[in-house]
């Protein structure tokens, strides 16, 4: 389904657009100008065949066209792998606009953009992301219906996320320890924000030995004193001696410096982009003998509860959506360890299985 094309370097250079869009197979680009407003942006549709295609739009200061490019084309492809492979009837998409999350916004800019989203009738639908904030969204919202999110609307995911991360955790337990009970297991949760107290407080009531870190010293002491949990330094959280480490702050904190000293036997956290390089650490990562839960499937909570949205579906169906979780995972760990690949490529083929799958039956009789 994905198949990566053969296009020669040369080719990229000459033809930076549609060679980019067929090397990972993208349906659709969008590229948004606006004089008027300084609106820059492009919105990419990676696959549209379990829906549509669902993802955030992300202000940022881009370097480059193509840096936001080659951005775009990365987060919606993602997209349509953790759509997938969280059972949603959803499609990959994600928006970039370039430009200042600090300097640029206004009203005018934020409607325009609705426009262009809006002229995709559907097929893509956005969200906030990073550097887009709620009263964005809200502007975007008076040009479009296809925006989720909003205030008032699913409200905040992170409840969904942790019950999801939580729950994706107690099936590495089972693979690892036999039993997904978490009583007495220490856990290190590094970053106690809106995903991570929640999921101390899971682990809390579930009898586990917690540990947090955070950069945040009022967060800290009030998580740490609430849970019981006990405080570690924010570098010290890779050395301390613990059954399960859950990145909850950061992205590629599981690298070469970090691996050389966890002594874990699960990594599952709800953070976005955890290996720091993929295939080099995700490898690595099965070869120490610890089972990580790939990032992707674990924390899909935040888009379950968009989904839930999309289709009104009630705050309680997203939290038992988010249980599913625990399945996702266990299949995914179990085919790991059968067929002697990584977790994360084994989630990778399942949600293209699933893509494959659906597609077919969405053909004529
Ligand atoms: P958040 O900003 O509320 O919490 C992050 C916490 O990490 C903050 O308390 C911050 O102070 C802390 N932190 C930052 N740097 C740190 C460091 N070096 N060491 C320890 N702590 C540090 O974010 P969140 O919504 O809880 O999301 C946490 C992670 O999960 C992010 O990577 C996010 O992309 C990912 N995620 C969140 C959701 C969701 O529903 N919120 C969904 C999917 C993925």
Redesign the pocket.
């Known amino acids: 389904m994905f198949e990566v094309k053969n296009i020669e370097e040369t080719d990229l250079a000459q033809n930076p657009v549609i060679a980019q869009m067929s090397k990972y197979n993208h349906e659709q680009l969008l590229f948004c100008n606006d004089n008027e407003t300084g609106l820059k942006a492009i919105i990419a549709v990676h696959n549209t065949v379990l829906g549509p295609a669902l993802g955030g739009t992300r202000m940022w200061t881009y370097k480059s066209e193509m840096e936001a490019l080659n951005d775009v084309l990365r987060l919606s492809r993602g997209m349509t792998y953790k759509n997938s492979i969280s059972g949603l009837n959803l499609g990959g998409g994600k928006a970039v606009i370039i430009g200042d999350a600090r300097s640029m916004k206004s009203e005018a800019l934020f409607r325009r953009f609705g426009k262009f989203v809006n002229s995709l009738a559907g097929k893509y639908i956005t969200a906030e992301d ?1 550097g887009i904030s709620p009263i964005d969204m809200a502007w975007v919202s008076m040009e479009t219906d296809h925006v989720v999110g909003l205030p008032g609307k699913s409200g ?7 019950k999801g ?1 939580y729950m994706g955790m107690k099936a590495c337990a089972k693979v690892q320890f036999g039993s997904d009970s978490l009583s007495g297991k220490k856990v290190v949760v ?9 999921l101390v407080e899971y682990l809390s009531k579930e009898g586990a030995e917690i540990f947090i ?4 010293e009022p ?2 002491k009030r998580v740490s004193e609430t849970y019981g949990a006990k405080v570690v330094g ?1 570098d010290e ?1 890779y050395d301390i001696d613990m059954d399960i480490y859950a ?5 590629a ?1 599981v690298n070469d410096d970090t691996l050389s000293r966890l002594k874990c036997s699960i990594i599952a ?5 955890q290996l720091k390089v993929e295939n080099v650490h995700g490898q690595a990562v099965m070869d120490k003998g610890i089972i990580y839960a790939p ?1 992707f499937a674990l ?5 379950i ?1 968009c989904y839930a949205e999309v289709k009104g579906l009630s705050s309680e169906w997203a939290l038992g959506k988010a249980d599913e979780i625990y399945t996702t995972i266990k299949n995914i760990v179990d085919r790991s360890q059968s067929e002697n690949i990584p977790t994360y490529q084994i989630a990778n083929k399942m949600a293209e299985e699933r893509i494959q799958a659906i597609g077919n039956v969405k053909l004529p009789l």
Do not use: K, W
Request: hydrophobic fraction near 35%; glycine fraction near 16%.
């Open positions: 990073v905040d995911p992170s409840p969904v996320t942790a991360t590094q970053g106690v924000g809106h995903v991570g107290e929640y870190s955070d950069i945040h967060t800290l924010l959280v990145p909850c702050a950061l992205g904190t956290g709800a953070a976005n982009n990032d924390n899909a909570g935040g888009v509860n």
